[in-house]
């Protein structure tokens, strides 16, 4: 089973900051938090990661609970190219375990 | 670097045949992970090759099998295909710690 809880979908206006959440309360202390987006049935892109702290890139921006128990991606001036479903996904440290994705957060991006 | 590449990209197949598809991972890359992502599901995880071994099952049945190369592409074979098999069916390589990459998928149809 999937290791995140996330809303099935959510709707953002464009150029607005898209806030998608991601619960993922039975992390362990060594388990990063990644966030993937599929675009119509392309391959999954990735996007950003963290373990503890607040991560930025060039996508987008990574909020992380202090208890580490869940997580808020942002993308802070959403397009209409922004529509795709997004994963949260808790990556394991240990190289012999499986990596679940769950069903993911549907964003329709508003015009 | 040409990214993870899967061949072909479509195919449509009947029930009860066999087939076979292909995987070239990410320069550098030495894991290779498959998953298989039903119309609107979330990609589901087949297995996992590293070192040329078999190391993580996802729930499949004995039909789906791999194999990895010294080179570190990857084949996915499953036999006497059902309709359920119809999906999209990713590769996605990493190096052990670092962030997965996914192909662009093939579209497998059985008729």
């Known amino acids: 089973d999937a290791k995140t809880t996330q809303p099935p979908s959510m709707d953002c206006a464009e150029g607005r900051a898209a806030n998608l959440p991601c619960n993922h309360s039975?992390?362990?202390?060594?388990?990063?938090v990644y966030w993937y987006r599929q675009i119509h049935s392309q391959g999954p892109q990735y996007i950003i990661h963290?373990?503890?702290n607040n991560e930025t890139n060039e996508m987008a921006s990574l909020i992380i609970t202090e208890d580490r128990k869940s997580s808020t991606l942002i993308l802070p001036h959403a397009t209409l190219r922004d529509t795709a479903v997004y994963y949260c996904?808790?990556?394991?440290?240990?190289?012999?375990?499986?990596?679940?994705f769950g069903k993911g957060t549907r964003l329709h991006i508003l015009p | 670097d040409a990214g993870v590449t899967q061949s072909p990209t479509h195919l449509i197949k009947t029930r009860g045949q066999q087939v076979t598809l292909r995987c070239s991972p990410k320069?550098?890359?030495?894991?290779v992970s498959w998953y298989q992502q039903a119309l609107g599901q979330g990609p589901q995880f087949i297995f996992q090759?590293?070192?040329?071994?078999?190391?993580q099952r996802g729930n499949f049945p004995d039909r789906f099998s791999g194999h990895q190369f010294p080179n570190y592409s990857s084949e996915l074979n499953v036999n006497a295909l059902l309709l359920g098999d119809s999906a999209l069916y990713l590769c996605?390589?990493?190096?052990?710690?670092?962030?997965?990459?996914f192909g662009p998928g093939t579209r497998l149809t059985v008729t």
């Open positions: 996605a390589s990493s190096l052990w710690d670092r962030y997965m990459y």
């Open positions: 963290g373990l503890k």
């Open positions: 996904i808790v990556r394991p440290t240990n190289r012999d375990d499986k990596i679940i």
């Open positions: 039975t992390i362990s202390g060594n388990e990063y």
């Open positions: 320069s550098g890359h030495d894991t």
């Open positions: 090759y590293y070192e040329e071994e078999e190391r």
